[in-house]
């Protein structure tokens, strides 16, 4: 597996991402197809700006680099705080084996090295049995349950938040290769 930023080329990475159901379930509902170039545009400027890290999955053996799914580490205004949160989403097809687990790894590695993010939070729903089993495996910590918005919807989430560095890292050699910069 392989994280590059996501790029203009990603159009139909993000209509099977955010225009599903499904997948946008515990995300606020789809988005309707006809709002994915803008959302996709916002996405590059912020990437552009160094605003923040939209990493495209690439699993190996990928040909054509498409992307798999999406790890997003951003910066949030929250009670006059700054806060840092991440996200992440991979397709069906793409499910089930490890790799969204191994991209947030990735990038809380680089966050480590990178040094401003400070403590990252995560708020998936309560009943996300694979994005609660990352942040456990990954050494958040639960803080509790709380109600976030997502657009017009109300999700009861649980607020886990790690501090880079003290995640648990790749395993010596394995994942601790940054970003992919070849491609950023
Ligand atoms: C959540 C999502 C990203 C998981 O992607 P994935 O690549 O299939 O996840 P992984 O294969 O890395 O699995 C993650 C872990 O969850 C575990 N897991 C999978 N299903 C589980 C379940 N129902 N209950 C508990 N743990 C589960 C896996 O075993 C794995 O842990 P392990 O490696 O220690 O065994 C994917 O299902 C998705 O995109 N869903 C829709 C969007 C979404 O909900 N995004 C998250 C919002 S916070």
């Given at each position: 597996m392989r994280l590059r930023n996501v790029a203009a080329g990603d159009v139909e990475a993000y209509v099977r991402m955010r225009c599903d159901e499904a997948m946008m379930?515990?995300?606020?509902?789809?988005?309707?197809?006809?709002?994915?170039?803008?959302?996709?545009?916002?996405?590059?400027?912020?990437?552009?700006?160094?605003?923040?890290?939209?990493k495209a999955i690439v699993p190996d053996g990928a040909e054509d680099g498409a992307a798999a799914g999406v790890v997003t580490l951003?910066?949030?205004?929250?009670?006059?705080?700054?806060?840092?949160?991440?996200?992440?989403?991979?397709?069906?097809?793409?499910?089930?084996?490890?790799?969204?687990?191994?991209?947030?790894?990735?990038?809380l590695d680089a966050a480590a090295a990178d040094g401003r993010w400070g403590e990252v939070h995560a708020s998936p729903g309560t009943t996300n049995g694979p994005s609660n089993g990352i942040c456990r495996a990954l050494g958040f910590r639960l803080l509790g349950e709380r109600d976030v918005d997502f657009g017009d919807r109300v999700l009861r989430t649980n607020h886990w938040v790690v501090t880079p560095g003290e995640h648990r890292r790749a395993p010596d050699g394995l994942g601790s290769d940054g970003l992919g910069s070849d491609t950023d």
């Open positions: 379930a515990e995300l606020g509902g789809p988005l309707p197809r006809e709002q994915v170039e803008e959302r996709l545009r916002k996405d590059l400027r912020l990437v552009a700006e160094d605003g923040a890290w939209i951003w910066q949030d205004e929250e009670d006059g705080a700054t806060v840092s949160e991440i996200g992440w989403m991979v397709l069906p097809a793409f499910q089930g084996r490890g790799l969204a687990k191994a991209a947030v790894r990735r990038v």
